[in-house]
Nanobody, 125 residues
Framework: VQLQASGGGLAQAGGSLRLSCAAS????????KAWFRQAPGKEREFVAAIAWSGERTYYADSVKGRFTISRDNAKNTVYLQTNSLKPEDTAVYYC???????????????????WGQGTQVTVSS
C-alpha cells in the first residue's frame, strides 16, 4: 500500500476529526497531495489539495473555513483537520497524490495518479 489513510470515525455535528494519509516511498515527498470524498450514491468529489511545498492550498467551497489541509514532508504524511462537521460531510475520504499537477486540475479526480484506500467519516446530527 503506497498511501494509507486513517483517522476516520464517528463524530457529532459540530465536532472534529483529523485524518492522516501516510505515504510509503520517498518519491511521494515531492508530490502534490489531495483529499477527495465519496458519499453513498454520489460521485467522488474534491475536498482539498496542497502543493508539495505546502505553500499553496486549495479547497472546495463546501469545506472552506472548516477544513484545513497540511503536510509534514519529514513524516511523508498529509493531514486533513475537519472542524465544525456537518452530517453532509459523511463520506469515505480518500487521499491522492501526483508528481506534477497544475492548479487548474487540482479538483479533477482523474488527474490524480495515486490513491489511498479511504477512511470512513460519519457525522451524526
Amino acid at each position: 500500500v503506497q498511501l494509507q489513510a486513517s483517522g476516520g470515525g464517528l463524530a457529532q455535528a459540530g465536532g472534529s476529526l483529523r485524518l492522516s494519509c501516510a505515504a510509503s516511498g520517498r518519491k511521494f515527498i515531492n508530490y502534490a497531495k489531495a483529499w477527495f470524498r465519496q458519499a453513498p450514491g454520489k460521485e467522488r468529489e474534491f475536498v482539498a489539495a496542497i502543493a508539495w511545498s505546502g505553500e499553496r492550498t486549495y479547497y472546495a467551497d463546501s469545506v472552506k473555513g472548516r477544513f484545513t489541509i497540511s503536510r509534514d514532508n519529514a513524516k511523508n504524511t498529509v493531514y486533513l483537520q475537519t472542524n465544525s462537521l456537518k452530517p453532509e460531510d459523511t463520506a469515505v475520504y480518500y487521499c491522492a497524490a501526483d508528481p506534477m499537477l497544475s492548479p487548474q486540475v487540482m479538483g479533477v479526480m482523474n488527474a490524480w495518479t495515486y490513491w489511498g484506500q479511504g477512511t470512513q467519516v460519519t457525522v451524526s446530527s
